[in-house]
């Protein structure tokens, strides 16, 4: 696993051992930001990330690679904490970032009520937790941390069909690749 673009192009992260945790390959960040970005580089500068369900880490320090201002990480697992924490060191990310160790719904609570704003939210518990990604699609649809501006994707299972709505979230893209969907949301 690795940096695709940016400031941290080719440097190596590490991955929790084991298979807890599935990190969103390398392919399908590419695929992401080149959507994202669609073709200009400078897309995401200043940009404010939160990456849910973080895992590794990878899709918040590849937004901060390629310019964002801020990426907030948030994931319960100790080891995966633990991970993301030694993932920016080893790229010498000081500044811009920032690790929450606990539940996402808790800390999306927390969020709010220090009126955080995102401009693009990634959600990617693991594909089996239908739940989570129900519930924090419902919360983030109704929740004031995204603005009419805010791109809200959804990492999940391509034999599963998130749904096209949450609350004020609609979906308005579904890209596919390997076994992985990403659905893209917004506000109405």
């Given at each position: 696993?690795?940096?695709?673009?940016?400031?941290?192009?080719?440097?190596?992260?590490?991955?929790?051992?084991?298979?807890?945790?599935?990190?969103?390959?390398?392919?399908?960040?590419?695929?992401?930001f080149?959507?994202?970005?669609?073709?200009?580089?400078?897309?995401?500068?200043?940009?404010?990330?939160?990456?849910?369900?973080?895992?590794?880490?990878?899709?918040?320090?590849?937004?901060?690679?390629?310019g964002?201002?801020?990426?907030?990480?948030?994931?319960?697992?100790?080891?995966?904490?633990?991970?993301?924490?030694?993932?920016?060191?080893?790229?010498?990310?000081?500044?811009?970032?920032?690790?929450?160790?606990?539940?996402?719904?808790?800390?999306?609570?927390?969020?709010?009520?220090?009126?955080?704003?995102?401009?693009?939210?990634?959600?990617?518990?693991?594909?089996?937790?239908?739940?989570?990604?129900?519930?924090?699609?419902?919360?983030?649809g109704?929740?004031?941390?995204?603005?009419?501006?805010?791109?809200?994707?959804?990492?999940?299972?391509?034999?599963?069909?998130l749904?096209?709505?949450?609350?004020?979230?609609?979906?308005?893209?579904?890209?596919?690749?390997?076994?992985?969907?990403?659905?893209?949301?917004?506000?109405?």
């Amino acid at each position: 696993m690795r940096v695709i673009a940016g400031v941290y192009k080719s440097r190596p992260l590490r991955a929790l051992p084991g298979m807890k945790t599935r990190p969103t390959s390398d392919r399908l960040r590419e695929t992401l930001f080149n959507v994202l970005t669609a073709g200009d580089p400078q897309a995401l500068a200043g940009s404010v990330w939160l990456d849910l369900f973080a895992g590794t880490g990878a899709v918040g320090i590849e937004a901060l690679s390629r310019g964002a201002r801020q990426a907030t990480f948030v994931d319960k697992n100790k080891a995966a904490v633990k991970v993301i924490g030694e993932n920016l060191r080893s790229l010498g990310i000081r500044d811009g970032a920032s690790v929450v160790e606990g539940e996402v719904g808790r800390a999306l609570k927390d969020f709010e009520a220090k009126r955080f704003v995102a401009d693009y939210v990634f959600v990617d518990p693991p594909y089996a937790l239908e739940e989570a990604y129900r519930d924090t699609l419902m919360f983030l649809g109704k929740s004031s941390i995204v603005s009419a501006s805010t791109v809200v994707v959804a990492e999940h299972d391509k034999r599963e069909d998130l749904g096209e709505a949450f609350e004020d979230l609609n979906r308005y893209r579904v890209l596919e690749q390997g076994d992985s969907k990403l659905s893209f949301y917004r506000k109405r």
